[in-house]
């Protein structure tokens, strides 16, 4: 068996180190790829204004990110129940929507919602939120911060309105890149170099219409000169 390894030149030994090594090497590049993100899971105070008082809980909540397509889906989830009815709110009478507010490198909100609740509420029972989805875009690049905001629920005509009264700490960080850029300087740009050759200050394009004009300007002065050539043969003819 080893004058056969010796022989065809392979070992056991020698292939598997192989291996591992380009399978730390993918490895690498996975995480030498991968967008950095950092997420945690905070507890918010939510202080609601009920139609019928006001009511208080805290919930762990994360936010979570997948990115695609130039955006990110991000996905708000609570981890306990907020607020109560006085009454059973059956099938797909609650519908949850919130506000995720950005910090870092972009400022505003992204709005997030979720589907009805898929089963009935008992009465004065803490109500599960589903989890709330939406779709945030980066207008610029850097770091950016997500924080549960306001929490709207809607039940039975009714709107209860939660908002964060402890001042959380961003649930989700991540690093972010732009698909415009600097789009505004971007497009000063262009429309300065636009304005500059319209002016007579910038330089004449070249491209295909200067190609055909230029060819036209060529093919027009072969022809006057074929033409002349023409006129001076026939006048020499004449006088031989």
Known sequence: MARFYEQHGRRPGRAAGLAAAVAMAAGSAVMLTAPAAHAEVVDVNYQCKTPIGSKGAVSPIDITSTPGGGAYKLVMSFRKGVSSSPVELGKGAMKPSALITLGGAESGTVPVAGPPNDQAIPANTPIKISDLSGTYTPKGSGKVTFTASTLTIKALGTTTTCTPANHPKPSLTLDVKGTG??????????????????????????????????LGTLGGTVLLAGGAGALWLTRRHQRV
Do not use: F, M
């Not at 850029?181 to 219409?209: H, N, V």
């Open 181 to 214: 850029g600097s789009a505004g300087a971007s497009g000063s740009t262009g429309a300065g170099a636009a304005g500059g050759g319209s002016s007579g200050g910038q330089l004449p394009q070249t491209g295909p219409a200067d190609s055909a004009l230029a």
